[in-house]
């Protein structure tokens, strides 16, 4: 809760922090809504005992204001009329719970006919200024302003980009979040959470009122994630003290700010669980963007994710304004998404404030299996069928003689590395454990 202090004094007015998946986003403001939203104030409890519960002020604060929280982390489709009826949804849904402002003497019957208006099929441009028409009644109905909390902003813009309709969305999104964010004179505050920074050109260019925190900034820098200390203490309480080396092996990897050794907590917290070492955090979501921009992406791009997976340094300009537009054409996007999504982290950056470039030194992290990532593993579903781990290598000339030779190094990565460990910790026998190498030339490919 001191990080939401310290929020709360800061006095901006629409915050945007990125991290990670699975690093408590969801949690995070869970609690934020809980701890400022009327629907609880008689739940003063659940606060007793933290640091900001012996604040007066903030006691006082708990429970006293209107509260719109939305989450766009299931809004997920393969055309924008679907993801657009997905977030109408959503917001029907908010309306739903406020019903209540129909009968309670705050609104006229053109603003009451508009409220009914609201569905899952709705206009555009009532979808777009719905959150900021909801924050008015709220404000005259209970005589302040609104906290509006927005998680997993940029779910349904990623899914835009991988199935072909990023334009329509941002444009939509564009305006729903000027109306919502920026010229709302309902608003108290505003938070969202996302992976990415998407770019203000793309869906922020009104918002000048956006304080921006991601994976490199020094502001709430140990407030996501488990510090090494929290981790090897609860490690301690669990009687797991002699794991600690193999833990940091497996599961050290992330850096926010200048803090390094930051452990993702549902990697931990499973493991506290199981006592068994799996790969937690990578097993968690889809990775088709990801997957999209390597299998998409040129040479160069894949033979710098080989020289990062074999623990190599990468020396890149980063900008941390994600342009989804510009990923099939600007190498240093890539890493800009992947360095947000946590594939990588950083070893070392010097940073330009005034054009807000970086250059760092970037290096492959959350391997989660304690000694390297495969590119496609295929558990099975039946007893009867066979598990399958394929590795991918580029051919180099300088490394290899021929196409065969890089096959013998693709089969050499998946020993050394032992990639099957993960097959055999889950019970799978290694003889049904089968391994491909898959060897790339130019349009020449070669399977063994």
């Known amino acids: 809760m001191q990080t939401w202090r310290e929020w709360w004094e800061s006095g901006d007015d629409v915050t945007l922090i990125t991290r990670p998946r699975r690093f408590g986003k969801t949690l995070t403001m869970d609690m934020l809504e809980q701890f400022f939203s009327v629907k609880y104030k008689d739940r003063g409890s659940l606060f007793e005992g933290l640091a900001i519960w012996e604040d007066e002020t903030y006691r006082g604060l708990q429970g006293t204001y209107p509260v719109i929280f939305l989450s766009f982390a299931s809004v997920k489709g393969s055309s924008f009329s679907t993801v657009k009826k997905m977030i109408c949804q959503n917001i029907k849904r908010i309306y739903n719970q406020n019903d209540f402002l129909l009968d309670a003497g705050c609104l006229n019957d053109a603003e009451k006919e508009a409220y009914q208006e609201v569905s899952a099929e709705m206009e555009e441009y009532l979808a777009c200024d719905s959150l900021k028409n909801l924050s008015e009644y709220l404000q005259r109905y209970y005589g302040k302003k609104v906290v509006i909390l927005l998680d997993e902003y940029d779910t349904p813009l990623q899914e835009a980009y991988v199935n072909g309709y990023w334009e329509e969305l941002t444009a939509f999104t564009r305006s729903l979040f000027n109306s919502t964010f920026k010229t709302n004179p309902g608003l108290e505050r505003a938070v969202m959470t996302g992976i990415t920074r998407i770019s203000r050109e793309s ?246």
């Open 203 to 448: 869906i922020f260019s009104d918002l000048n009122n956006l304080a921006v925190v991601t994976t490199t900034s020094e502001q709430y820098r140990d407030s996501f994630g488990f510090t090494e200390q929290e981790v090897f203490k609860s490690l301690e309480e669990y009687g797991l003290t002699e794991k600690k080396e193999e833990v940091k092996r497996w599961y050290d990897g992330f850096t926010f700010g200048t803090c390094r050794d930051i452990y993702n907590p549902w990697s931990i917290l499973n493991y506290l669980k199981t006592k068994r070492f799996d790969t937690y955090w990578a097993n968690t979501s889809s990775n088709s963007l990801v997957g999209k921009l390597i299998r998409e992406g040129s040479k160069r791009i894949k033979t710098i994710m080989e020289d990062l997976l074999e623990g190599k340094i990468l020396h890149a300009e980063i900008d941390e304004q994600v342009i989804f537009n510009q990923l099939d054409q600007k190498e240093s996007a890539i890493w800009s998404l992947l360095l947000a999504s946590g594939y990588l982290r950083v070893e070392n950056f010097s940073l330009n404030e005034e054009e807000y470039r970086e250059e760092y030194g970037l290096a492959l992290t959350n391997r989660e299996n304690g000694f390297g990532r495969y590119d496609v593993m295929l558990e099975p579903s039946r007893e009867t069928d066979d598990a399958i781990i394929i590795e991918f290598k580029v051919f180099r000339p300088a490394k290899e003689k021929t196409l065969e030779d890089t096959l013998k190094a693709a089969h050499a990565r998946i020993e050394e590395k032992k990639y099957a460990a993960v097959l055999e910790g889950k019970g799978i026998a290694p003889g049904r454990i089968r391994k491909y190498g898959f060897a790339f030339e130019g349009k020449k490919v070669l399977i063994g």
